[in-house]
């Protein structure tokens, strides 16, 4: 018989508040708010606390559960942390997942269709019997300086700017959804093919919508403080500044109640 | 004249807990606990808070700052906060420097003296008339499997770790100091050159002293729970585990007092 | 009408080797040599040369050809650069996608079945008639040192490696195949999910299999020279050392007749 | 006494092209052209060729060297590869540092200064009594769409890009001269700190000047063609689409003759 070294006692006595297994590439099918399913894949952390008393965890469980898992959501991850702690014999469980999101988008003229990438991730916390549910989306858009605009003859400087949106979860919603609260607020929205009509209209969009990087967090931070779906929340706004070789950066945070 | 776009009044009535600069790449010379100087190269972010009645900052005073500071260190990041309120007219500032950060080492048995190097962040938070300041080091080991040695007839898999400590500063203490406390809790430290008696020692070394992730955080708190100059903590551990492709992980907080 | 600048005439009378898209996520269906389909992300390049009399390419047409494509593999590369040639009116075609490629692997003691992810690039150049077709595995092992073995009372030093094979196809060949090139020939090979009788096995077959970053790349190179689909390769091994914080890398080349 | 593993014999019949370190962070002190000395943090990567008759190299002996070094520049390099292909018994050698090299620049108009990083990797090779020296130089700036501008009514998208020199060296130049050479090219250059007024300026500059991506590469390939101190070179351009996820990419070749 081999020894379980991870099941024998501690006497330390310091309990441990996360372990598990980090940085794990997973092939996942991710389930949106209007139910359909995409494949894609994710790097996962799975984690649960260890009591004082024992030395360690059994990280081949948390590989286990995943291999039976069959698809991944805001609705699943409930259960699946429930199995986490059942299966760790754990009071508290972690699971986050990162993955690149699509979405087929239509150009604002032709209506070409073409696929826009996010990086998306959903967070599940189970402390006891509470559960906590969290969406991360980083949203490219368009941003246009107003400064630049105003004090300039012609031109205004512009860039590709990430909007970050990290969501406490109170009600039922799409990770679409929670895109489209940022994509709708930069100078202009991002796609992957723009015919030259449309390229013509985005670039006046951003021209006639100026927004600073405060801008750009204010105007979320509106849209988001009308969401009742969502209880708290941090946006960011970075500006991979054209003029510059680093970025400009805002953030405003509606703490959960 | 040109006009100042930021200095305008703005009517959404949010206010914006940081806005500044990010990811500027800057040459600072960092002074460590016994004062010595060391040439490197920081990633930059600086933010301040902006009150709702403005509509943008300006984020040229950061870089104006930032060039007439001659060096950076924990000792000197209070004056530095105290700047950037005074000249961006804020109540909050946040000054975060990433880098890294090297120490020569003698190896273990012939004393052969090499560069180590390490990334070291430091955190400067100042709200009102409270300055706070946070290090962070990640700290390079080796980490032997103590159920794989168990469990074998013979070697065990180890692989390169990296404990990270983030540490809320209390009293003076050099960066060299938190990286030891790190250091000398993997199965064995890492050096830049081993001569053949050196690999000899570390190779035993690791063998005699095996760690999980877990000991690795339990055994790194239990020394930063007797240090009086660090009042809160997390601690880190992470494996590159040299038999999967995936890491294993572990966190132990200690919040502020 | 709208004008297509990039259709004028251009004086300057350079030729661009390469002009096109990158860095483009995308979901793709990629097929192995046994002919079966597994959802992915891959980051896409894509290009083609651009004769001295045109101003610009039309970078739009590129994303269309890609949204009418079914899947991906080195069976299908050919006809998508001939697409490419003719759709962009150019000679040469230029095509590389990057992915994580997934592979069930049983314990090899247990037989316990997880996934492994391997980083995977396909590039096919196509110039005038002639198309090539390269394939680079990037197959994670684990490498255990021979010195340290051999100096030492007990234990060795080992940890993660890459080993990474880029081969020019001179054969129908599966990307499985490539990467079982490499991963017989590491110390041990790296799973998922591995049970204590399979832990066991893996620490005392590596130790039983010592071998450098050179040992790695000549056994990996004897393999590659016995394989008639392969007419070329580089195959490199990068040690991510446990005992220092820098890796110990070897590369050899065969280049194609 | 300790055994040397290294040292002996090998029975394969593989000679092994490069074998070293990789991905060694070391302080370095850098020459430029003007001979002045800038204390930077390199990558370095060094690597000797390997006879088939033995087993492998003595890495510890890179790092030694490295220590040895006083200081990084085209200049010094050739001594450099000399010496490591004496200490380590090996016909051919290679040596690669990547770092961050900063510029002071004035600001347009107000002529303001302001650190502006670049990144830059010098590339030493020997092959017996042959040395050849390559400088690679990541140079930010302004593109802003020519179509862009010709469709719409008011305004151009813009964007970060970089623009990125490979040179083999056959004359005495400066890193910073090689540099320019990108700089000037772009639709607007890239600042540290702009005021006002000097916003104004490269915002109209860069709406006077549109260019492709095929514009960056052509331009600076017409001054590249023209300066007898680089013998042959590749030039690639980047653009970070404001009004895309992915890049527009283009690269001209002319190699050494």
């Keep these: 018989?081999?020894?379980?070294?991870?099941?024998?006692?501690?006497?330390?006595?310091?309990?441990?508040?996360?372990?598990?297994?980090?940085?794990?590439?997973?092939?996942?099918?991710?389930?949106?708010?209007?139910?359909?399913?995409?494949?894609?894949?994710a790097t996962l952390n799975m984690y649960v606390n260890l009591p004082e008393s024992f030395k360690g965890t059994h990280m081949s469980r948390f590989l286990e559960i995943l291999h039976a898992t069959s698809e991944l959501s805001l609705?699943?991850?409930?259960?699946?942390?429930?199995?986490?702690?059942?299966?760790?014999?754990?009071?508290?469980?972690?699971?986050?997942?990162?993955?690149?999101y699509f979405v087929a988008k239509a150009a604002p003229v032709t209506g070409v269709r073409s696929m826009m990438d996010y990086r998306v991730t959903i967070v599940g916390k189970r402390s006891g019997d509470d559960t906590e549910l969290t969406v991360r989306v980083v949203v490219p858009v368009t941003s246009l300086c107003p400064s630049s605009k105003d004090i300039s003859q012609?031109?205004?400087?512009?860039?590709?700017?990430h909007v970050t949106i990290t969501a406490r979860i109170a009600g039922e919603i799409g990770i679409d959804d929670i895109i489209r609260i940022a994509e709708v607020e930069g100078s202009a929205?991002?796609?992957?093919?723009?015919?030259?009509?449309?390229?013509?209209?985005?670039?006046?969009?951003?021209?006639?919508?100026?927004?600073?990087?405060?801008?750009l967090v204010r105007d979320v931070a509106i849209r988001l403080n009308g969401e009742p779906r969502i209880s708290g929340y941090v946006v960011e706004a970075e500006n991979f500044e054209s003029i510059h070789n680093h970025s400009a950066y805002a953030l405003i945070e509606k703490p959960v109640p």
């Design 1 to 41: 018989m081999i020894v379980d070294v991870q099941g024998r006692a501690d006497t330390r006595r310091i309990p441990i508040n996360r372990v598990g297994i980090k940085d794990l590439a997973y092939p996942v099918r991710v389930k949106n708010g209007a139910g359909e399913i995409q494949s894609t894949v």
């Design 75 to 100: 609705a699943s991850l409930p259960v699946l942390l429930e199995t986490v702690t059942r299966r760790l014999e754990s009071n508290d469980a972690y699971i986050e997942a990162t993955f690149p």
């Design 154 to 161: 012609y031109g205004a400087h512009n860039q590709r700017s």
């Design 189 to 215: 929205e991002v796609f992957g093919i723009l015919k030259r009509a449309d390229e013509k209209y985005v670039t006046e969009h951003a021209y006639d919508h100026p927004k600073f990087v405060e801008d």
